[in-house]
């Protein structure tokens, strides 16, 4: 199965929603300018929505790309405050390379609105009701594990 890092994020009162979405992008992107933070410096003020909503802390900020799975979580309250569960660390691999998506968890009654604000400005960045299981690892777990190699027939030749 592929590896899944995993980051954790001070929010607030630790940071406000939009600093936070800052943060994730400067990991994401390796704090590089381009094409890929342009698309997510686009969509700002609707994950910041999202963060504020304090959707991170249930469910993860899922991000693919052609490496890696990436799941980010925020922290909120006095968990924020403390931060002792923190790990704002750089990934070891670029989070963002090839065919990349970042779908954001979201409460349902917000759910119809994001998406719609967010298919105006592309759909690498895509919001999924956070109680579902689209987008969690156990999905992708679940993907990896109906991958068989038939032995056999790799052999033949």
């Known amino acids: 199965m592929s590896t899944v890092a995993s980051r954790t994020f001070v929010s607030t009162p630790g940071r406000d929603a939009a600093r936070t979405w800052t943060a994730i992008m400067d990991l994401l992107t390796r704090g590089q300018a381009g094409t890929a933070r342009d698309e ?8 910041a929505s999202v ?5 991170p802390k249930k469910a993860a900020i899922v991000v693919t790309c052609d490496g890696p799975r990436t799941r980010i979580y925020c922290l909120y309250d006095d968990d924020a405050v403390e931060g002792t569960e923190a790990n704002e660390e750089p990934l070891g691999f670029d989070p963002l390379r090839g065919d990349w998506h970042v779908s954001l968890p979201c ?20 919001a999924r009701d956070l109680d579902s299981t689209r987008g969690s690892d156990e999905a992708y777990a679940e993907k990896a594990q109906a991958l068989v190699l038939d032995a056999g027939g790799f052999l033949r030749t």
């Open 40 to 47: 997510l410096l686009s969509v700002s003020g609707i994950a």
């Open 51 to 55: 963060i504020a909503d304090q959707a």
């Open 107 to 126: 409460t349902a009654d917000d759910l119809a609105w994001v998406q719609r604000a967010l298919k105006k400005h592309g759909d690498r960045v895509t």
